[in-house]
């Protein structure tokens, strides 16, 4: 629970300041790793690979050393937990759609949706976790 909690501040504060201040040629860089995550539905591995490049991208948009530290540190921390669950290829897409819509929050300069995305974005990873639970 900690753990989600933990990504869940980081991975919000991120996307405020990253709406505020990415640059065009690092959301681009971000669409094309969207594209990648459409792509790799059926590999999880490959998937998961540029979903953390995606997440690692978000933070490196703030411009904030700390902020690529903690997102480090909340997907290292995902990682383990996140490899016992099912990754059915609907799943992915819809996950990354959500991505998609984050990418274009960037665009837009538009925080809050960006922060309602990533908020049900992280919630339903959240939510898949919990069934693990005893």
């Known amino acids: 629970r900690e753990r989600c909690d933990m990504r869940m501040t980081v991975e919000l504060g991120v996307v405020v300041l990253a709406t505020e201040r990415a640059e065009m040629e690092l959301i681009e860089r971000l669409d094309a790793l969207v594209a990648e995550m459409a792509a790799a539905t059926e ?51 819809w996950s990354n759609a959500q991505h998609a819509r984050l990418v274009d929050c960037l665009d837009r300069r538009d925080p809050e949706a960006a922060v309602r995305i990533m908020a049900d974005h992280l919630r339903g990873t959240e939510h898949v976790l919990a069934g693990l639970l005893p």
């Open 43 to 93: 590999d999880f591995a490959a998937y998961r690979r540029a979903d953390v490049l995606f997440h690692m991208g978000l933070a490196e948009a703030t411009g904030s050393p700390a902020l690529v530290a903690a997102m480090t540190e909340a997907q290292g921390a995902m990682t383990d937990l996140i490899s016992y669950i099912a990754h059915p290829p609907e799943v992915l897409a």
